[in-house]
């Protein structure tokens, strides 16, 4: 059975980790390897690179928002926790788009399919998001362009 490339990286780094006794960092990738598993059998398919990407973008999203409730409520040792799993799930995500690199490629994505106002956003998010997923923080993405489009 084929994997993607992202997850034969994600699952020779748990065996690697394994192997160096790294607890820490396995029960991160285990509990990564285990949505993709999740996923594979409750939709019943094989995951490309660019679902992998998606998964692990809405992980470290998740971990982010968690992390800030644990900060709030003064839970400083379980807030540490969740930005031990994002450091380690952002490991395998792309290199992030530096401000100016996402400004022109919301400029790009407005030029390209002509957008005039808000109620072209659907159509600009729909070329951009395949472009900056797991890259850029897609709530980022969306108040750019509505910076730009309103």
Known sequence: MPRSELQTRINDALKTAMRAREK????????????????????RIELDDARVLAILDKMVKQRRD???????AGRAELADQERLEID????????????????????????QSGAEGMKDMGKVMGILKPQVQGRA?????????????G
């Open 66 to 72: 968690s992390e800030q409730q644990y900060r709030d």
């Open 24 to 43: 820490a960092r396995v029960a991160v990738l285990r509990l990564v390897t285990a949505e993709f598993k999740r996923i594979e059998v409750d939709e």
């Open 88 to 111: 380690v799930i952002q490991e395998f995500l792309p290199q992030p788009l530096s401000d100016a690199e996402l400004d022109q490629l919301v400029a790009d994505a407005i030029a």
């Open 137 to 149: 923080d897609m709530a980022d993405v969306s108040k750019r362009l509505k910076a730009r489009l």
